[in-house]
């Protein structure tokens, strides 16, 4: 159904009262979001269940959105003030988990890795592992940045911030997760490349 | 940690596209004149392809999507707020604390009695005499408070009328 209709088609099919093209828009978004939500809270069900509510919240605020960014810059930025809202609901703690005994959570992750990572051995597992030791909003500036599609501008946008800000914390959060990289995985890198 | 943040910081925003034509070509002949920055350029190269690439999405749940919409199901598109935010109320609420501060500060300036001042760097008044209580229990501040507030519940009165007026329009 409608392959190559764009985000602002669809969403004005669904402000004219097609609810259903609504599903077209999170079957192409529900990765993205589902992911950056992994990022603030690590137990699948809580991250599930604020996801959803993320789309809810888009489609009831659709007359607000105006065009002016994209709609996944507006999307992300809806998907991490919810996080936040619900963190500060739920009295989690929202501090970085950057220490050592985060490997032990990190591997206690159902995260949809299914493969052990010593068999596995595939590079993509340890990014992702190694993503999931950074703080929240480092993981989540790395995630917008290279698989999000935006821009310095639209992540400061997402995330309340300066520009620059984004930037520097781009730059630590690349330094931080090549260190936890070789810190962790030195051993299975230097397997990979030989 | 690192020993390199400058050659590091520029080569990221080089890899990024981020710097300058001029930055840019600076880089450029640095890369290719020093083997301590190619190696290194080549080495944060690698780990940048290599987060586009191997950065997977996690994926929910199967019933995730029918869930959504089971969801969205029960909701309808809330009106743009810019559609029922009047601005006529928003600039009246603003003018009526703006005329309360003003009123005050008017109010306030009038009790002090210049003539004392004597020195361009004293205050005109000594400070223990400036009973508080007696400015906040004065007749004329509770008429104003009490006109004011009755401006702002007039001021309500026809936003909701307003308002009424729209929804049996609408209805």
Redesign the interface.
């Given at each position: 159904m409608q392959i190559g209709i764009s985000d602002n088609d669809i969403i004005r099919l669904?402000?004219r009262g097609e609810?259903?093209a609504?599903?077209e828009l999170?079957?192409k978004y529900?990765?993205?979001v589902?992911?950056i939500v992994?990022r603030y809270l690590p137990v699948r069900e809580d991250?599930?269940e604020v996801?959803?509510d993320v789309?809810?919240k888009a489609?009831?605020?659709?007359?607000?959105f105006r065009g002016d960014s994209k709609f996944s810059t507006w999307l992300y930025t809806i998907t991490t003030t919810t996080c936040i809202t619900f963190l500060r609901k739920k009295k989690l703690e929202v501090h970085s988990l950057d220490n050592e005994k985060v490997l032990a959570q990190a591997e206690n992750l159902d995260?949809?890795?299914a493969a052990n990572l010593v068999e596995q051995k595939s590079?993509?597992a340890?990014?992702?592992k190694a993503?999931a030791m950074l703080s929240p909003d480092d993981a989540q500036v790395?995630?917008l940045f290279?698989?999000g599609e935006q821009s310095?501008e639209e992540i400061a946008q997402i995330m309340g911030q300066e520009p620059n800000n984004i930037?520097v914390r781009?730059?630590r959060a690349?330094?931080r997760?090549?260190?936890k990289m070789e810190k962790h995985f030195a051993s299975e890198v230097r397997d990979l490349a030989s | 940690?690192?020993e390199h943040p400058s050659m590091?910081?520029l080569l990221?925003e080089y890899i990024d596209g981020?710097l300058s034509a001029a930055e840019r070509s600076t880089v450029e002949n640095l890369i290719a004149n020093d083997k301590e920055w190619k190696q290194k350029y080549e080495d944060l190269l690698q780990?940048?392809v290599?987060?586009?690439?191997?950065?997977?999405?996690?994926?929910?749940?199967l019933r995730?999507?029918r869930?959504?919409?089971e969801?969205?199901?029960r909701?309808?598109?809330?009106?743009?707020?810019?559609?029922y935010i009047n601005k006529k109320i928003i600039f009246g609420i603003g003018g009526f604390f703006l005329l309360l501060i003003v009123g005050f500060l008017v109010y306030a300036f009038g009790q002090i009695n210049w003539t004392i001042a004597d020195s361009g760097t004293r205050i005109p008044f000594k400070v223990e005499d400036l009973h508080l209580e007696r400015i906040f229990n004065n007749t004329y501040i509770n008429i104003f408070i009490l006109v004011n507030i009755v401006l702002a519940l007039v001021l309500l009165d026809r936003y909701l009328a307003h308002q009424k007026k729209q929804w049996k329009k609408q209805g």
């Open positions: 669904v402000r609810q259903s609504y599903a999170v079957k529900q990765g993205f589902f992911t992994l991250a599930e996801a959803q789309f809810v489609y009831r605020s659709l007359g607000d995260s949809g890795m590079r993509s340890m990014v992702n993503i790395i995630t290279y698989k310095l930037k781009l730059f690349r330094q997760l090549k260190e | 940690m690192n590091d910081s990221w981020h780990f940048s290599s987060l586009g690439e191997d950065i997977s999405l996690e994926e929910p749940s995730f999507n869930n959504v919409m969801e969205i199901m909701h309808h598109i809330a009106p743009a707020t810019g559609s």
